[in-house]
């Protein structure tokens, strides 16, 4: 029973939330403790009500019950038997038959303390019971005090009655000698045997009474045919019947006093009493058990309830499960769509910041171009036009030395063209002009020689190449990255380069010279206006492969500035003067060669960015990811 | 041919080459002076009368737009040219706004084309040297009394008008056009002293309509109030244009006064001296008018400034 109401008890604690697990999650933390305190007072008045009833079916106990009857029934057999052991005293003397009413007496005793105190105990039970068994309790009483009378009364009657009896034999064997006659023999021993008959019966029937008065009657009515001796011992033979007689009767009387004493009805109204008693505790058990059928089945139904509930949370469950899958699978997709959108577009800023930094470089690259182009192409077109002048110059003179070899020429014709001949030449000063033609052309060729180192740093700084095993000699990288930044040296920044020897390396040039032009940028843009800026260049053979020192007197940065220098998008410059990718790419392109890049700055005195490289790549890594060299080689094409 | 001989030419450019070109270019054209860096080309303009400069923009030390200021401040009646190789906006904004420039030429140049541009540069500065400096109390004078000044605002947004009107205050009386056909009705009727425009109305670029303007009504000041543009539409507008300032947006109230308020200015100068015009004429555009729409607007302009001269 306790477990099926802890189990009924869980139920109604789940049916009392009535909620599916999902809307648990939703309350506050109060609302909850509310929630639990609530369902746990619901929980245990159910499971307080359950056990009251429970309890209530359980007050008739039949074990209790059948042994209380039982002591009732011994109580009874003792009353019985003492009973009998009093009538059988009252017959026989025997001191066996005394020592067992005592005994008796002692169990009885026993019994009616049962009955009042201890675990059978009848006293409080009921009123009625209380009553009754007062009243059993009086009457034994009565009994037992009666019992004790008896005893002293009866034993001297008894004497008396025993010395009376034990005469009659003397009086009939007195008689007997005296006569022979036959007939009053047969009376004698009639009396005799009527006479030991009725003192032996407890209770002597009128019967065996009769006998007795009959034979005394019978010798009463034939003593007068015999002598005085014999006259007088039967008077005293009657006397002494008489004397049984009597004494018996007091006996008799004692007895059926004692016997009449109402204790077993006495004690059918206790057994009464209490049975009425039980049937009331069994009509109430019997009321709770209703009852408790009724909670049962009210429980029942709540839990089929909480059943149906439950299956249709499950229900719900499975449906939202159900939805759920699709939702992950929709918000997966989303979510890859996402991160390649992510990658894409991480892709495009690379790709940017690489056209940006490419941007300023060719920036300044079409600047150095159009320069020197601008005044060839000027000074082609100037010398085109000069040579028209002296071709001018040449033919006049030509004209005037014809007309001096001609035989026809007049010597006007030849001064005229003398003439002409030297304003043109006044005119043009073609000598100066041809000088002066001379200078240009020497500014043309210089201008032209310029381009043509631009181009070709161009073609060195974007030496297309997918794969890092390519040697390269990093003061080569060092000259044409200078050569190409040398617009944001314009603004009379000195360049200091300390280049040893170096080793050829494996690397991408393109991606190195990337690198180097981004910091020698930085370099300047970071000295900025500030008068004697310096960037200087060291490189060196260092630990099986080369370093490049790339030092500035410039700005400097904070240490907080100088923690994330590295990382993407961060830059100090104004909103539209970098990307803040430069340094970012700078740092994955040298850990991509397996080197190492550093930076030591002071505010206000500068900074000095630190590269190392490894003379050889490992060789498990093949290609490289390509972009960097893609874009410089199509922006450079 | 004698004044204009007489008229003296500043190249500044740190490459020599160059020099030695403009040398032979402009030899026996005007007198011509030669310096490799911005302080040289300072001192030559304090020390000698120079009626033109053309000046490199990458320069070490003092960039072309520098030079340029500086010499606005010395002596304003010269007239200022950018030859560069390149630049970026930044620069050309700042040569716009703070070297009130007169042309942008790109390296490599043509040479015809640069003769022209500094012989009109050589006719602009003579003519303004002809003319006495106004003082500003002339110029506040000569504000008409009692007339609200003009300005009309051509922007997708209908809304910019408004912002200049408060920005400005209840001294100038500002329009709002969204449609350049729009502009063009209220240029037509009403005396407009500045126009304050976007690069593009409707999507269509303004600066062959700011260019028609300022032929037509050389008086009328423009300004450029934009969002974004580049380095190529930005040297168009001031060569095509002839723009006064270039802003951008978001408007920023005393950049905007400023700039506007100094716009005006120059249009009463231009009003009261019209021969000063001639420092603000625009280049035609080499390139063909390919918008048959714009194309319709241009001869309405053309055709509303006889109209003006027929009623005046």
Known sequence: MPGRAHYLALLLIKGACGRTPYSWGRETGGEMRLRMLFIGAIAGTAIAILLFLVRGTQTVDIDLHMERLGLLQQIGNLDDRLDRAVVLETTSALVASRKTRTELTAEVGDKLDALEE???????????????????????????????????????GMERMIRSVDSVPFYIGKLEKLSDDQALHQILRSLQYAITTYAISPRPSDIVTGAVEQRSKELEEIEGNFGTEFQDASKRLRGAVND????????????????????????????????????????????YRIWLAAYTAILLLMLALLGL???????????????LEEQVKERTADLSQALKNLKESQAQLIQSEKMASLGQMVAGVAHEINTPLGYARSNSSIIRGAIRDIRGVCEAQKQAIELLGSPDATDQQIAEALENAARVEDQIQSLELADELDNLLNHSEFGLTHIGELVQSLKDFSRVDRTRTDLFDLNQGVESTLKLATNHLKKGIEVVKKLDRLPEIECSPSQINQVLLNLVTNAAQAIGDKPDGRITIHTNALNNGVGIRVIDNGSGMTPEVLEQIFDPFFT????????GLGLSISYKIIQD????????????????????????????EDGMEPIATEALAAATA | MSDTSQASVLFVDDDPGILATMRMLFRGRYKTHFANSGSEALQIVREQPVDVIVSDQRMPAMTGVELLRAVRGVNENIMRILLTGYSDLTSIVGSINDGEIFRFVNKPWDNEELLQCVALAVDAAKISASIEPLPEETLEAAKPAGHATRILVMDDDAGMAAKIQDILGPEFQVSGATTLAAAVDQLESDDVAV??????VQSTPVTSLLGKLKLHKPELVSVILTERTDAHSAIELINQGQIFRMISKPLHDSQARIAIKS???????????????????????????????????????????????TSA
């Open chain 2, 195 to 200: 126009v304050i425009s976007e690069t593009r």
């Open chain 1, 244 to 287: 049984v007689i009597v004494d018996k009767t007091d006996l008799v009387n004692l007895l059926n006093d004692f016997l009449t004493i109402p204790t077993v009805t006495s004690l059918q109204g206790v057994e009464e009493a209490y049975n009425d008693y039980h049937e009331s505790r069994v009509a109430v058990a019997n009321q």
């Open chain 1, 593 to 620: 060669h397996h080197g190492r890049i550093t930076a030591k700055s002071t505010p206000g005195v500068g900074s000095e960015f630190i590269i190392w490289l490894p003379s050889k790549q490992p060789e498990s």
């Open chain 1, 309 to 323: 509930r439950l299956a249709k949370s499950f229900r719900d469950l499975d449906r939202a499960n159900e939805t």
């Open chain 1, 572 to 579: 100090t410059k104004d909103v539209g003067g970098g990307t």
């Open chain 2, 263 to 309: 716009a005006v200015r120059q249009h009463q100068r231009l009003s009261h001296a019209p021969q000063l015009t001639k420092r603000y004429e625009v280049a035609e555009s080499r390139e063909p008018v390919a918008n048959k729409a714009t194309e319709g607007l241009l001869d309405r302009i053309r055709g509303f400034r006889s109209r003006l001269r």
């Open chain 1, 118 to 156: 201890g675990r059978l105990a009848f006293r409080g039970l009921s009123p009625g019971v209380d009553a009754a068994l007062d009243q059993f309790q009086e009457k034994i009483g009565d009994k037992f005090g009666l019992a004790w009378d008896f005893e002293s009364q009866t034993s001297r």
